[in-house]
């Protein structure tokens, strides 16, 4: 006997390449076409993995993207990807595959030992010892299970692939090209509507590449595919995709598909991406999803050699393989038995077709009996023996009443099983389409829809060929609009479907609790596991499906689905409609994670925001940090300086001579309009009538709760037109809140809103030599102490360059902010910085702004404020306008819950110890003992060492603080004695405010 | 991804738009009662059914705009501006319908 299991004159592989890959270390060969699963089929081997639980050596069990067993990983290093199934994986020259989940070797493997344990792994494992002594999971069983069991593993390298992402419309979609999805997009796309056909196999055809029966139009069905197929290239607006997965359904027909362009090639064109993410947004959709042959559950079903039957003509038909020399079939429908003839007529002996039914009787049947194959109705496998390879089964027979009586076991080497065929709902159900239950066919069937999306073929239940072309050709042409002509073709030869499958666990003769018999092969669920569910009160199918994790590993459930429905629902003596099926969650198909993230990785994982001055700051030795999606400098080390003695002389500088910092990100809108004063009154809790063109007011926004949003300096530039300056990162929301109120509460006002974050850079010039070093540079504007006093505005020229000037501070120092357009900037700057040379001018960063306007006890929303903080809570009562009929936040104010005397305060903290910098967020209570849990009186929000006063200082918010100045409280810490703190006034430096006014 | 049709620029995709959750809340003055009050902040229908909601275009024109969406299946009923009563859609439909 040959020991090679390839045929010649069967199979679609390309003989006249042969290709040499590596498995598990050793050369394997095959021809192009071949996956690495009918590549090592033909050498004889099944054993490709190691189950997920138990260890048990697994083969495949199917032909295509449903593989449940034959897991490998592909490819070395960084470009390793773990559990890609067998039977889709392209073999190439040079291809690298490896088997998973074994130790050390897959055919001696240790983890076998959880095969003896399985009495102790039973269904809910993990939930159940859960509740066992905590340290027992993490130091026990946790590691133990880890190591044990599992799938591939991930590489640990970054991705060096690139991937793409593609956006498409098209007026009709088809997902699947088999003979319906052929026949769809041909009548979709001779009415000249935009077509896309997507497939996830190499080739077009689907189930009629493995179908040598049946003839279309007097030709066979693979000639016929390959004609369609020109037709459909000649067609402009028909595209093409061959390797490419619908894995999402999306709302309004947004479908997501994975195209695989790389992976089977030896060597990849450059710059061409591993795989692209096309997002289709389609008129139409056809799902031409097709069905998939269900394996039978008895003991041993999930040894090596045991196949669904279609698999093994598939693996005929399309890869020229055998898949063994001796075969039982065991079958509750007739398709087995076009399958069992086939493969008698390539060479395999069939020893007998085991049929569940008591009268097997279509013309198939007939013609198997006409060949010589020995039909057993009546009868079902007990079980299945072998280890490595199944060797033997047992064929026993069933009476009418369901009782299984002594078999005797025959010899094999394979044993092909079908159980009928489930329709693929997945893309229906991500769809939210419903499902209706048919009792003849015994599987749940597509049903209405909320998208304009239709099934057709068998993932409808339309099985019969001649049915299934025109079923497809009607949804293709009636998805293009329903105008054309409807192809029409003839099927000369076909198997008409039997009515028949089987779903569940086989019957057997005595009690299965000790007996594997696997319904989910991939998460390695048996039979008893989903009884054992059942009678432990778990009757909803989606808890069944948690408990025992069926249908939850990456193959979705495809093959298990409703074989574990039919066991509950024998189990419960419930119809399988009133148990219901569970949720098909995309992906189809697992899809790489690169292809998900596209270029959205590296420097194009987000946008970069540089400042003006970035470069300048680089340039400087600045080091960086990020706020939001902006780049800013922290601060400006020189030699040998860490952050905290760079900050300590950048703050005395500024309070010496001066400081100049970027302060271009803060958030700036425009308020533009006859009504723009009014629109300010309504919006911010300050009153704007009264403020003076070319002055400037500290404004605060909340939100109709009362609680504070954000803040920052306004400035009137005209009567009609206001410069509304904003936190860093609350531009964005400020000017959402704005668009909102106007345009949906106040449609009475005339008012525009701009975004000017962008258009103005900012310098902050900070510090008492501030005026000396500016007043020179601004074109002849008077800026002296009397002509621009503090919180004034003046708009002028800076060396030729549009200015508008603040005299504002956020250090509590004379300061200026100078506005100019963002692009000219850095001129200004360079100026700016020339200019102050002889005076120190020193450049400083966010940390050292930090710590000044700490110092001085202004806050920064979102770092003393938490969204629950009123503007009285941190110590700006003061700017509520008592006067204004109304604005947002208004009522919410006068809530006496929002004005307790009891709530959190904003204070000043001193520690005893002036060297120990508290930690922010900090918690701090009543007593230096006091056990968790406690209740804290407050907590710490910012936290600084102050050079200005040579000591730590700390902002705190603190219940009733403002009422307890002078009080001891205590800050806990983990590893040490509570840190002991006084409450203060939050102002700690220049109090009175004299140096703002210099 | 949502498909929405903005009154003023036609339809494009949701990452396009902002939620502005239910419409038609009218907000009230401050001399409404403290109960008034909370029940404009806080409360709302949450529908199953048919929704009136607001959305901006916010990566688009910026103009909010209302919408009727059956919230058990997303389908759009009606896009309508600002200001404009609720179409006369389906009102709120029993629950599963
Ligand atoms: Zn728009």
Redesign the pocket.
Known sequence: MSKTFRLSGYGRVDRSRPVTFLFDGKPVKGYAGDTVASALLADGRHLMGRSFKYHRPRGPVSAGSDEPNALIGVGEGARHTPNLRATQVEVHEGLVAISQNRLPSLRFDVGIVNTLASPFLPAGFYYKTFMWPHGFWDKVYEPLIRRASGLGKAPTAPDPDEYGLHYAHCDVLVAGAGPAGLAAALAAGKTGVRVILCDENPEFGGALLSDSHSLIDGVAAAQWVARTVAELEKLPNVQLLTRCSAFNYGPHNMVALNQRLTDHLASAPVGMPRERIWQVRAKEVVLAAGSLERPLVFEGNDRPGILLASAARTYLQRYGVLCGRKAVVMTADDAAYRVAIEMAEAGLKIVAVADLRANPDSAVVAEARARGIKVLPSTTIQRAHGHYRVGAVELAPVSADGAVGKGRTVSCDLVLMSGGFTPSLHLHCQARGALTYDDKLGVYLPGDSVEHVRSAGSCRGVYALDAVLRDGAEAGLNAAGGEGDLPVWTVTRQDQPGEGGFAGALPRRGPGHLALAFVDFQNDVTAKDVKLAVREGFQSIEHVKRYTTTGMATDQGKSSNVNALAIVSKTLQRAPQKVGLTTYRPPYTPVTFGAFASHARGDQFDPLRLAPADGWARAHGAVFEDVGLWRRARYFPRAGEDMLAAVTRECRMVRKTAGIFDASTLGKIEVVGPDAAEFMNRFYINGWTKLGVGKCRYGLVCRDNGFVYDDGVVGRVAKDRFHVTTTTGGAAGVLNMMEDYLQTEWADLDVWLTSITEEWGVIALQGPKAREILAPLVDGLDISAEAMPHMFLKEGTIGGIPMRLFRVSFTGELGYEINVPSGRMREVWDRVWAAGQPHGLTPYGTESMHVLRAEKGYLIVGQETDGTATPGDVGCGWAISKIKPDFIGKKALALPALNAPDRLQMVGVLTDDPHYVLEEGMQLVAAPQMQAPASADGHITSSYFSPALNRSIAIAMVKGGRSRMGATLYAPRLDAAAVRVTLVDPVFYDPEGARVNG | MLLIE?????P?AEI?FSYGGEAHIDRPGPEVSEEEWASFLYLRENTKGVLAERWR?AH????F?NALRDTRTDEFKAFYEMGEKRPDAEKKEGEGA
Do not use: I, Q
């Open positions: 903005c009154p003023y620029c036609g494009r396009e275009h688009g024109c910026g103009r705009f």
